[in-house]
RNA sequence: GGAGAAAUGGCAGAGUGGUCGAAUGCGGCGGUCUUGAAAACCGUUGUCCGCUUACCGGCGGACCGGGGGUUCGAAUCCCUCUUUCUCCGCCA
């Protein structure tokens, strides 16, 4: 969430930059603006209570070991009425306290400058494009067909076992799921991520730390029998390592990656392009976490982009690069940049990555600092995520575009992964 | 799942109702000594909030696993939750 440093000093700059986003923001602002000025009002006259009340509290102490039984009593009733004015005091101070922080988290962040206005996908900037769409003869097959055909991916067994959008894959299509989870976790330790093996479940303070708590509630898979989510991605765990940890500013950047399975409900979204691997319940991601130091965290961002778009480039499929428009921008993210492949066959563009700077958005939530060296103060980190890369499309996307009359072909950086160049 | 024990600062560990934000040791930081380093010695060393301050800072409040209670006063007593350890059971 913000900050309400940043609420206070900048609230105009903060209502219009949110604008950007689509959202009205002037009447939440007054609100915490005016529960803020109740709450340190609260506070400050508590605190004077609690003060004389500490200082009573030990004459009558030193009364008592004076023998002075009958002052010592006296005042004791004293100070009867000043802790019943305490405890009122205290309720409202914790009340108020519950009403600013729930003010607080309606508030998305606040869109970089250079995010454009937008409403939809549709007003997204195209910044990069690369690699070559393949002219694939008229009876080229989608995906779905491929899967079929080749015995790679089962989505009526799936639907047998679980339900739609819960996939099998199958003999050379699982192991190319997992030759994709190898390469894509090697390229990033590589680039200097450590790799982790988080849980696969959160409880509700880390989902509320990273923001799917309470703005995305639906999205997630809740257990019944524990208060536990199943992770829509890996920024949930990943990112709450650092939950209320302080860093020194010398260990920054910190990188980490991590593989998991990825579970989503995907409510309200039926109907379009949600067949074969275009939309699923569970897929497998590798994602790349850094904490940065907020001077540094842009150059982060594009760091990250060039990483992604290294992957990309050795898979060999055709891409671009889209900054999202204000209103495509999720709630949590200052600047997204989305990589999208061609799928070919669907003559398609499918969204298989999405990096995000979410500036100090999630550190403030999860109370992640740092601390320059010989500094007393700690300052919050800034948070960077992104996809590296998402499966289920890039797979997608290789098989459309791969396929030949022989079968079809594996990208070379990929071949000593799959242990085969052609799937037939 | 059952029984018992425990949770204190970066770490180890003392503290069982007041003068305790908390002894001591280690670690960290600054210094003395040294050509340099080590050792030794001296000093310093948590976080958050409020008020104040041009700045350094000052004052007040909260925090000894989380929440609640008893009391004029709680790290210390009570309740509750969580976690860890030991034993038993179950188990890949």
Redesign the pocket.
Known sequence: MLT?KQIRENSEEVIRRLKVKNFDAEEIVGRILAT?ER???I??E???K??E??????E??AL??EKKIDE?NA??EA??RL?EEI?TLHNEL?ETEEKLNELLVTLPNVPHPSVPPGNSDEDNVIVREGGEIPGLPGEALPHWDLGKKHALIDFDLGNKLTGAGFPVFTGQGARLVRALISFFLDEAVRAGYREVLPPLMVNEASAYATGQLPDKEGQMYQLSTDPYYLIPTAEVPVTNIYRDV?LDAEELPVKNTAYTPCFRREAGSYGKDVRGLNRVHQFDKVEIVQIQHPDRSYDTLEEMVKHVEGLVQKLELPYRIVQLCGGDLSFTSALTYDFEVYAAAQKKWLEVSSVSNFESYQANRM?L?F?EK?S???RLAHTLNGSALALPRIIAALLENNQTPEGIRIPAALVPYTGFEMIS
């Open positions: 309400l803020d709450r340190r009002a506070q400050t508590t605190d004077s609690q003060s009340l500490n200082r009573r509290s030990k009558i102490g008592f070991k010592a005042a004791r100070v009867a802790k405890k914790h302080i109370k600092r601390r010989g007393k103060k700690t």
